[in-house]
């Protein structure tokens, strides 16, 4: 089991290491290939099912945090990747070994700089009714829970959508 969830880990990071600086765009490093990226994760995702690994996914976090600490290569994944195969050799014990106030300040500064991301620096690059859908989304989702967050969300856009579309009028709908 360790050897399995060791092995979908170090896929998972190699999936991220190749995506890692196309997944912030609200900070505008790069465009993101949609295409390539899931194509790249459903092959991964191929090969993890054929070893019985647990399927791979991106990890916005991660990619947040390689970037705040100012990784400009692909040092920051490997890392991640050996950590996780010294867990499965050594066992839990190792884990111990990490400080709980550093594991705990870490997780708070990435809540707190991606939260600043979308309540304070979307302010300027969103529009109004965007931004208050950004921001009902982290409410509800704070308060209510995420899936709540987010269904919120695509209902107020979907509702949004509709009104914008009759406003203008849609050719061919008479």
């Known amino acids: ?12 990071a190699l999936i991220r290491n190749g995506a890692r600086s ?3 765009p609200l900070k ?13 994760a459903g ?11 647990i399927l791979s996914y991106h990890s916005l976090s991660k990619s947040v945090l390689a970037q705040k600490l ?6 920051a994944t490997l890392v991640g990747a050996a950590v996780f195969i010294a867990a499965a050799a050594l066992g839990s014990s190792f884990l111990a070994c990490f400080p709980k106030a550093v ?4 997780l708070l500064f990435l809540g707190l700089s991606l939260l600043g991301e979308w309540v304070y620096s979307a302010w300027s690059r969103l529009s109004t009714t965007d931004y208050l859908i950004v921001q009902v989304v982290w ?12 269904s919120l969300g695509w209902l107020i856009a979907a509702v949004l959508l ?6 203008w009028g849609v050719k061919g709908t008479r």
């Open 103 to 106: 594991l705990g300040g870490l």
């Open 139 to 150: 409410v509800v989702s704070g308060t209510a829970g995420f899936l709540q967050g987010l």
């Open 22 to 24: 196309e997944l912030t």
């Open 43 to 53: 092959i991964a995702n191929l090969a993890i099912g054929l070893g019985g690994g």
């Open 162 to 167: 509709l009104m914008r579309q009759r406003n």
């Open 28 to 40: 505008g490093y790069q465009n993101i290939d949609s295409d390539r990226e899931l194509k790249v």
């Open 70 to 75: 100012g990784s400009q290569t692909r040092l």
């Open 1 to 12: 089991m360790g050897l399995k969830l060791c092995s979908s880990h170090c896929q998972t």
